[in-house]
């Protein structure tokens, strides 16, 4: 797996953007990676979701490191980490949108 080797991107001080990371995938699903391919679909599908669910001044970062994936959500001072394996962040942003319902419903 062709992982950056910057470890934040132009929008973020110490972890990768939403709008980035999506990119990022974007261009590693290239034709012929099916496997991959399943995983990017999954994980625009979260991100797509978060985008549409989360409020403007929601704000989450994804850390990469080499095994896992840090997801954080803050949203009006609120802070919420949710870690999971790479092979899991669609998972985990899927968790931090859900996480930020509650909040937001409350
Ligand atoms: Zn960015």
């Not at 939403?18 to 590693?28: F, I």
């Amino acid at each position: 797996m062709t992982m950056p080797h910057l470890m934040n991107c132009s929008h973020s001080e110490d972890g990768w953007c939403l709008g980035c990371v999506t990119a990022l995938w974007d261009e590693y699903n290239g034709p012929g990676k099916r496997e991959a391919a399943k995983k990017g679909e999954k994980l625009t599908a979260a991100i797509n979701n978060a985008c549409k669910t989360l409020p403007d001044n929601a704000e989450i970062i994804i850390e990469l490191s080499s095994g896992y994936a840090d997801v954080e959500l803050q949203i009006d001072g609120q802070f919420a980490a949710f870690t999971s394996s790479r092979d899991s962040l669609a998972e985990s942003i899927h968790d931090a949108t859900e996480h930020a319902k509650d909040w937001l419903s409350k």
